[in-house]
């Protein structure tokens, strides 16, 4: 079903952008998992490759980006839009809706329950962090997260809080891997230097669902490099709405460089585990 004509047109305000943000990830996420259960089990959709023969797109991932831009053109045709699989439409109205239409496509490849559809609007020509509102949404699971600039975070409408823990050796750590192979053998020895001084290290394959998941806690912390603006500007905004810390390596505001999401408590000594790790 459509979204309703809420927040059309130029001006909408932040609750209005958040919820046209979940009925968009909603509906987009819905059509790739009922593409994805068409297949027999144990049968992949056929795909292509990006940025690495390992990294995958499908017909799913850019049906979903269309039907979202579609959407959007229609209900809100002067904000720009940014999509991982190409979309590029410049705007008027000073927003920008950053699109993952599957965050996770290897484990969407290989049936896994793990990935997700984020959608975020952002301020055009800001940092990624200046988000007024944003949704992931994990198709499989029907777990909808969702937040908007100083309106607190939700899962399926229950106010959400990252965690309390303040001590890094009892954090279960989210981080992820780059598809690019002299990246993954730096990312391999920073992973054995951190792993001794925390509680465990979980690579899930989502960047948007692992911010999701330190906002509600099921994480104490999730960091990664060369993140991409539409992976993480709804995850983003929902861990801060949710009380989480987050920066890049350097302290400073998190980029497509680095990014660290972690309970408030244990944010500085992670930070600087995972720079000593990376020396």
């Not at 940014?82 to 927003?95: F, H, M």
């Not at 989210?174 to 925390?198: C, H, K, M, N, W």
Request: glycine fraction near 10%; hydrophobic fraction near 40%.
């Amino acid at each position: 079903m459509p979204p309703a004509e809420h927040g059309a047109g130029h001006d909408a305000d932040p609750a209005s952008l958040r919820t046209l943000a979940e009925d968009l990830a909603r509906a987009a996420g819905t059509v790739a998992l009922a593409g994805r259960r068409s297949l027999p089990v144990g049968q992949p959709p056929e795909h292509d490759t990006k940025s690495s023969v390992t990294d995958p797109v499908t017909e799913f991932d850019r049906a979903a980006e269309a039907y979202v831009v579609g959407e959007l053109r229609r209900l809100r045709p002067d904000d720009a839009i940014v999509g991982e699989e190409g979309a590029a439409d410049s705007g008027t109205s000073g927003i920008e809706w950053h699109i993952d239409p599957i965050d996770g496509t290897a484990n969407f490849l290989y049936d896994l329950p793990a990935w997700s559809t984020s959608v975020a609007a952002v301020r055009s020509g800001g940092p990624i962090t200046d988000a007024i509102a944003g949704a992931v949404y994990v198709p499989v699971t029907d777990e909808m997260f969702s937040a908007h600039e100083a309106g607190g975070a939700t899962l399926n409408g229950i106010s959400i809080s990252a965690s309390a823990v303040d001590t890094i050796s009892m954090s279960l750590v989210g981080t992820g891997f780059s598809y690019i192979e002299e990246r993954r053998a730096a990312q391999v020895d920073r992973i054995s230097s951190l792993l001794p001084q925390v509680r465990d290290i979980r690579r899930f394959g989502s960047a948007a669902m692992d911010l999701a998941f330190v906002a509600c806690g099921r994480l104490d912390a999730y960091f990664e490099e060369h993140l991409n603006s539409w992976d993480m500007a709804a995850g983003l905004l929902i861990a801060v709405e949710a009380g989480a810390r987050v920066s890049g390596f350097d302290g400073g505001t998190p980029d497509e460089q680095s990014a660290i999401a972690a309970a408030p408590g244990i944010h500085e000594a992670l930070r600087s585990a995972i720079n000593v790790a990376s020396n």
